[in-house]
């Protein structure tokens, strides 16, 4: 099979033995969460078998010099026959457990979702197998650090363009030297499984992805008791979508796991804030720490757009009576680092940079002056998400099913913590978004294009959950005693 | 099944119907209002003398964009200063080879001449001929082949019902800014956008089910039925994309979305060939950014520098040894491999040919002279070519 065999064998052998763990740390005692959880768990599993992979990879060439593929490989064997003898999950079916009974129609539509996502993950699969490394920013970033490693057998260093000419003898330029590894370590991963670089087969773990993207989509809406047939739907919705599609096809592109790792974060808040699930917490964790390590600068975004929900989260994971003391805290906190960082008229934040106000200029890190231009963006927005079909209906359909999430929770009473927690997310990412995207230094990129799709596809997956919840039939009491960390 | 779930159910069909009807009807109204073709225009420098006399002028107007359907349109006119309409006529040669010549309309003025249109057929090339002699100070400003007005008849009708199927069932191509297909119909037309067929297919259909069911269907199931009616139409949406993917499938690596960087890469396995394995640094040119990146990853693991555009930018920085390769044409550059040498501005490189095509050389650096010293030999221009 000319390294194939291997390849599938280094994309298993990570995603198993990382969702075997995280499926342990997230168990809980409720049996309605037993499916839900072994599809988070797989969705998590897959990002973080993928970065400890990297991160071995690294590892070994920064201590021996070269990458250690078998060694690692080895590592992830013995790690997962190690994790099924501690975790026994074929001991974890419960006999007393029966599921309800679904409707008939319900089967059929089941039925139907499961072919239609089989039909799709098969067409992506013959595509990204067959396209020989097509996308631009794979090239010229990701995938070309990636393959220059695996030919040198080393992690040559990388500068910036004006100063390679001047740089010591194997440095490579690359105008994103100082982009993160992790994800050109991931294509290298491939590479080193096949033992030969292939320009296309390399991009499998992208597929990959694109199935964890799914199951987590899918482990996240169950966890919030939506029906099977509807979270199939809209799992369905997700992996139909275009942008998303292509993302896959014409693999190589950082922006699908920069949306894996959001949906982690994400998510994971949604279930913590809405029913304190223990999933949640290992969701959040893999989702803060993967961000970063991702795609550079947008990330802040991400995080900034989540911090509301952020700090909510905090707040209740704080027992009660700590409550008061924590606020007190983080107002000392604030103040003691406002003093210690601000000096004129600049906010120093440690690795984020300066935030200044200069005749009444406000200047942000990675966005630089805050001068939107809504009137610039309300064109090429307009025909990229609403005429263009890269968002099939997606936007249109979330607009109609946040009007429905905001009548279902002012009817409500007591409110629905995580249709709360959505509509908090949906204006935030709102906000952040359009300050973003009406940037001067934004802007160029959304006249010609070149980002609006790709910088909003990380809430793809969070918006067909508000579709999906906004749509909810069944009216579900979320027994929150039952699913509370023990 | 209950009968009064079977009941919601036949009129939630109903719904879906009567909002399929609906949308087409909107839609087809809305392009026949708006006008389904938009006009043509040409200016001065697309004129092409091809016959002059002092009492004859014959101009071919070029380029003539490819399908367009004359019976779209219903007149040419040319505006200008001091225009004589009864010296001027076209002659339309359409795709079959049929050939018909028109003359300007009484209506015509000096400024602005008319010549109605009542042809059929894919037009195939344009020339005007100007008859007599000129007169001084007449210029044209351009020609226009100028469509139907727009307006909200049957036949517009009918024509606006087709052209939404055609946009709806057309295929676009690779998206040259992004790593994404752009799919959607003709972007001339929002109209006739499949996404926006889509929301307003639902948006109708949730308004005619909610009128005709919410006096007995519970907010259960009409959210059910919401739901399920979205999923069908997002379904019939994506049939088109389905199909797009399926179809990228048959395509050979000439057509597919690969097509663009294949060629280069095979270009980077002949350089491959004889750039040494030992080379410490290559540095490629080429007048298009995206060769030049491309190459580079290509070439991987040899180190290349891909940024600078022209020799002269890079002529400073090149030492003995270094490698070049060069995409032909490059503007300011003279190639004389046969001599040994590369000219671009003041600066001379001696070099040694390893690669030497019509469109690709690679070269090892022997000297580089940034002086303004004569070249050992002075080229010819048959000595630009490179040796096959």
């Known amino acids: 099979m000319n390294g194939l065999a291997t390849l599938v064998l280094a994309l298993i052998l990570p995603w198993l033995s990382s969702s075997l763990i995280l499926h342990t740390l997230m168990k809980s005692n409720s049996s309605a969460h037993q499916n839900a959880h072994w599809a988070l768990s797989l969705g998590s599993g897959y990002l973080l078998g993928m970065m400890l992979s990297a991160a071995m990879l690294w590892l070994g060439a920064q201590l021996g010099g070269t990458f250690y593929f078998w060694s690692a490989l080895g590592l992830w064997l013995i790690l997962l026959l190690a994790t099924l003898v501690w975790t026994r999950p074929w001991q974890n079916v419960r006999p007393n457990f029966s599921p309800p009974a679904i409707p008939i129609w319900q089967k059929l539509f089941l039925g139907l979702f499961l072919t239609l996502i089989a039909l799709r993950l098969t067409s992506l699969g013959i595509e990204i197998t067959h396209q020989a490394m097509p996308a631009w920013d794979a090239w010229i970033i990701w995938a070309e650090r990636a393959k220059n490693w695996f030919y040198l057998g080393q992690l040559a260093p990388y500068v910036p363009t004006e100063t390679w000419l001047n740089a010591p003898s194997g440095s490579y330029e690359s105008e994103a030297a100082h982009y993160p590894i992790l994800v050109s370590l991931i294509h290298l991963w491939a590479a080193l499984a096949l033992g030969r670089w292939d320009e296309a087969l390399v991009n499998l773990p992208w597929l990959g992805a694109g199935i964890a993207l799914a199951l987590t989509l899918y482990g996240a809406l169950r966890s919030s ?249 069944t009216r579900v009491d979320i027994d929150i005693s039952s699913s509370t960390t023990k | 099944m209950p009968k009064s779930t079977l009941h919601t159910v036949i009129l939630f069909a109903l719904s879906v119907l009567l909002g399929f009807f609906f949308t087409q009807a909107i839609l087809a109204s809305a392009l026949s209002l708006r006008g389904l073709h938009s006009s043509i225009q040409w200016q001065p420098n697309q004129l092409n003398t091809l016959h002059k006399k002092t009492d004859l002028l014959i101009l071919d107007i070029k380029p003539i964009p490819p399908d367009i359907q004359l019976e779209h349109y219903n007149r040419l006119s040319i505006r200008g200063a001091r225009l004589d309409p009864t010296q001027m006529s076209f002659k339309i040669t359409q795709l079959n080879g049929i050939t018909q010549e028109l003359n300007a309309s009484t209506d015509s003025t000096t400024e602005h001449v008319i010549f109605p249109l009542a042809s059929t057929g894919t037009l195939h090339a344009l020339q005007l001929t100007l008859h007599g002699e000129r007169h001084e100070g007449s210029s044209i400003l351009h020609i226009d082949l100028e469509p139907h007005p727009a307006s909200f008849s049957l036949a517009n009708l009918h024509a606006g019902y087709k052209a939404l199927w055609q946009a709806w069932l057309s295929r676009e191509g690779l998206n040259v800014y992004s790593a994404h297909f752009v799919v959607g119909g003709e972007k001339a037309s929002y109209i006739s956008s499949p996404s926006l067929a889509g929301v307003l297919w639902l948006v109708l259909s949730v308004l005619f089910g909610w009128v005709l069911t919410r006096r007995h269907a519970t907010v259960e199931v009409q959210l059910t039925a919401l739901a399920l009616l979205i999923l069908l139409i997002w379904s019939l949406v994506d049939l088109r994309w389905q199909r797009d993917l399926w179809l990228e499938h048959s395509k050979s690596i000439d057509t597919s979305a690969s097509a663009a960087t294949h060629a280069i890469d095979l270009q980077a396995e002949r350089i491959q060939r004889v750039l040494p394995k030992e080379t410490q640094r290559v540095f490629i040119l080429s007048a298009k950014p995206f060769d030049r990146l491309r190459l580079r990853y290509a070439l991987l693991p040899h180190n290349s520098h891909a940024e600078a555009g022209t020799l002269e930018q890079l002529s400073p920085q090149l030492h003995r040894d270094d490698h070049l390769v060069l995409v032909l044409p490059l503007p300011g550059i003279n190639t004389n491999l046969a001599h040994n040498q590369i000219y671009a501005g003041t600066t001379t490189l001696e070099v040694k040919a390893l690669l030497a095509e019509a469109r690709l050389a690679v070269v090892k650096v022997l000297a580089v002279n940034p002086n303004n010293a004569k070249p050992s030999h002075i080229p010819r221009p048959t000595d630009l070519e490179p040796r096959p």
């Open chain 1, 225 to 473: 008791h939506i029906p099977a047939w509807l979270t199939l739907g809209g799992v369905w919705m997700l992996l139909s979508l275009p942008i998303l599609n292509t993302q896959i096809a014409i693999a190589g592109y950082a922006d699908l796991w920069l949306t894996l790792a959001y949906s982690q974060l994400i998510f994971g808040l949604l279930l913590w804030i809405g029913a304190r699930q223990r999933a949640a917490l290992i969701l959040i964790l893999l989702g803060l720490f993967s961000l970063p390590l991702i795609k550079h600068q947008v990330w802040l975004l991400l995080l900034a757009s989540t911090s509301p929900l952020l700090i909510w989260a905090i707040f209740i994971a704080i027992p009660p009576r700590l409550r008061i003391g924590f606020g007190v805290a983080l107002c000392v906190g604030t103040v003691l680092f406002l003093a210690l960082n601000l000096s004129n008229d600049h906010l120093h934040l440690p690795v984020l940079g300066d935030i200044s106000l200069q005749a009444t200029q406000l200047v942000l890190p990675g966005l630089g002056k805050v001068a939107p231009d809504f009137g610039s963006i309300a064109e090429p927005m307009l025909f990229h998400l609403f005429i263009l079909d890269s968002w099939h209906m997606l936007w249109g359909i979330s607009a109609f099913a946040w009007l429905i999430l905001i009548v279902r929770l002012l009817r409500q009473n007591p409110h629905d913590l995580t249709l709360i927690a959505l509509n908090i997310s949906l204006l935030s990412n709102l906000l952040l978004y359009a300050l973003s995207y009406a940037s001067p230094r934004v802007l160029p990129f959304i006249i010609d294009g070149t980002l609006v799709n790709r910088g909003l596809l990380y809430l793809a997956p969070l918006l067909i959950f508000v579709i999906i919840h906004a749509l909810n039939p």
